[in-house]
């Protein structure tokens, strides 16, 4: 054999090799991937449930949304700072079902799965570890909004978590491999996270620029194919875009400056500084008690925080991202008195930096124990967190204070139809939580609602037909009726409604040990208005 020929039989050698192992590489991912489908589909089916057997009340988020839908629209006056991606997703799954309070679990956990699904397929992109991406999974148990806040209070943030942990996963292989489907796939990513949250756009740019700190990143994103996944991106997002900026005012949830003047945001600053480690606990403690060595490599990590000119580094770019989502919260609080944020708003901007987490643990110097007991007491976490979580649906009191899953809404909705509601009429509510718990027991009523939100849905109409006026008994009818005045016929005032005492249940307790009140006015609009419920009947003018 020639030097050459042996030369070209060792590179087909070698060849085949690479290609053998990015082959077996391959595999193991997917059987990883499916791993992590299956215990988080386990994880989520337990929790669906066990909630829907305890209560068909919905979650202190579901309640506005339900209402919204009633109609598909580009965007939502109520609340033109939140767009529409959530809404519209209920919608379409309502228009099968009908409004239902187990579309709300298919939603969230389907999201979760995916949630999870993308996280561990980015995870094991950046730190080319199987084992440090399903740790990276797992890790979700121990962050408080994910674990607790998840499966009650959160709405439109699970299409952000889909869509923040997507777009990380695609922008990596396209930093990687350029493959063209990549960019298509991100530009579904980029166009439907623009529909989810604000902070999704926030953490899409800081992550961009992170990339572009790095001179071997930046050579691949200054591409034609980023543009035109940007601008099909925006394609995506249009029908709300084109609604926000066709009403200017729309735009003032972007800051007070413009109505009230510029001044130091003491409440804002506070709620950057303090956001990536409110979200990410108590996890950011864990670990370094977990991985000795976590806190002197995490540190080394931000004391060397300039980029070097080098190959592409993926951890340190996550952490870029993450620092400079830090910055941008800053800034939006300093120049846009930005405030008032709950944690988990922040979510898109530091849900990805889990990745650099494990990543610093990774490189800390761990060892086989270190890792098996970070495993276990995610476990045992998760654990606690479920069994905390089943005392709070079927113990309630003490487990819980408000409990607003026992409220008896559907005991409500009996006691009205036995004062004349009809299916397919009109029912004006003042309460968010009422008007929402009621739409599934009068799937074809249109429901309005007054203080929040302020929604009037298409069609509704209060001025024929029969109306069911309700509000909560802690808000007496004389602060009803200046809600109301412009919705009740002449002569007819809130202080005519009834007041009704709905007993609730418990698996432990006598039946009534609590009560939830309301007030109810029926009234018949018509040649004769009249109140239906309370059996007063009165000829008014028109």
């Known amino acids: ?60 988020d579901d309640v506005v949304d339900i209402v919204l839908t009633q109609d598909l629209l580009a965007g939502y006056e109520a609340f033109a700072r939140q767009p529409p991606l959530y809404d519209w997703v209920l919608w379409a799954v309502q228009q099968v079902t009908g409004p239902r309070f187990e579309n709300f ?12 699904g993308f996280l561990y397929l980015a995870a094991r992109r950046v730190l080319d570890d199987r084992l440090f991406a399903l740790l990276s999974v797992e890790s979700l148990a121990l962050i408080y909004s994910i674990s607790w806040r998840y ?59 992170a990339a572009m700190l790095q001179p071997a990143l930046r050579s691949v994103l200054l591409r034609p194919p980023l543009a035109l996944a940007v601008l099909a991106a925006l394609v995506i997002a249009s029908p709300y875009l084109t609604w926000l900026l066709d009403e200017p005012r729309r735009l003032t949830w972007l800051t007070g400056l413009w109505s009230d003047g510029w001044s130091f945001n003491w409440e804002g600053i506070w709620d950057a500084v303090r956001g990536p480690v409110a979200y990410l606990s108590p996890l950011l403690f864990i670990l370094p008690i977990m991985f000795p060595g976590w806190l002197k490599t995490a540190w080394a990590d931000l004391r060397n925080w300039p980029p070097a000119a080098g190959p592409p580094d993926y951890e340190r770019l996550i952490l870029h991202a993450a620092g400079l989502a830090f910055l941008a919260s800053v800034v939006g609080a300093l120049v846009f008195e930005v405030s008032g944020l709950a944690v988990h708003v922040l979510m898109p901007l530091y849900l990805a930096s889990v990745i650099w987490l494990f990543g610093v643990a990774r490189r800390s110097g761990y060892e086989r124990l270190h890792v098996q007991r970070f495993t276990r007491l995610a476990l045992a976490i998760a654990l606690i967190a479920f069994v905390a979580r089943m005392a709070n649906l079927y113990v309630m009191e003490p487990a819980c204070q408000t409990c607003r899953w026992g409220i008896p809404y559907a005991t409500l909705a009996d006691e009205m139809r036995g004062r004349g509601v009809e299916d ?14 009621l739409r599934p027991h009068f799937p074809h009523s249109a429901v309005v609602t007054r203080l929040y939100p302020n929604f009037t849905p298409e069609g509704a109409d209060w001025t024929r037909g029969r109306v069911a006026y309700l509000w909560d008994g802690a808000m007496s009818p004389k602060a009803a009726q200046r809600h109301l005045r412009f919705l009740l016929p002449k002569g007819i005032e809130a202080g005519d409604g009834e007041l009704i005492s709905v007993p609730w249940r418990s698996l432990w307790r006598e039946t009534g040990y609590r009560h939830s009140q309301w007030y109810l006015l029926v009234v018949e609009k018509g040649d004769k208005k009249r109140i239906v419920n309370t059996g007063r009947a009165r000829r008014l003018g028109l």
């Open 424 to 437: 397919g009429g009109t029912i004006v509510s003042l309460d968010n939580e009422l008007s929402g718990n």
């Open 105 to 116: 679990l298919v939603i969230k956990y389907a999201a979760l799965v995916a949630s999870a």
């Open 151 to 209: 499966h009650e209070g959160f709405t439109h943030e699970v299409g952000a978590m889909v869509a923040v942990l997507a777009t990380t996963w695609l922008l990596v292989r396209i930093l990687q491999e350029g493959r063209t489907a990549d960019y298509a796939g991100l530009a579904i990513a980029m166009g439907l996270g623009f529909l989810t949250e604000p902070a999704y756009t926030v953490f899409l740019v800081t992550f961009l620029m």
């Open 1 to 60: 054999m020639t030097g050459a020929s042996a030369k070209g039989a060792g590179s087909m050698r070698e060849a085949n090799i690479e290609a053998g192992s990015e082959a077996r590489g391959g595999e193991v991912s997917r059987r990883g991937l499916g791993f992590v489908l299956a215990v988080v589909t386990l994880y989520a089916v337990l929790h669906a449930g066990f909630r829907l057997l305890a209560s068909h009340v919905l979650g202190e």
